[in-house]
């Protein structure tokens, strides 16, 4: 019996979470996701090994990427996982 109630408690869990994702992905983000380019960079820690060069080489990508053709803005951002 025990089973039967823990299969229906995460059924209505399940069920429930998918209507949550369906009313996430109705909404809105606020911006036009097709004209968004992400992209990742690894920079090698020997040619740049302090926080403050990384952060001169992050600062003039953006310069040199915010003044491509067709580019409306340009932003960075670090992402420790």
Do not use: H
């Amino acid at each position: 019996m025990a089973q039967i109630a823990l299969a229906l408690v995460l059924l209505a869990g399940a069920g429930l979470l998918g209507l949550s994702l369906e009313r996430a992905m109705a909404v809105s983000p606020g911006f036009r996701p097709d004209q968004v380019l992400t992209a990742q960079v690894s920079l090698p820690w020997s040619q740049y090994p302090t926080w403050s060069a990384r952060l001169a080489f992050n600062e003039r990508l953006l310069r040199k990427l915010s003044r491509q053709p067709g580019v409306s803005a340009a932003e960075w951002s670090t992402m420790c996982l």
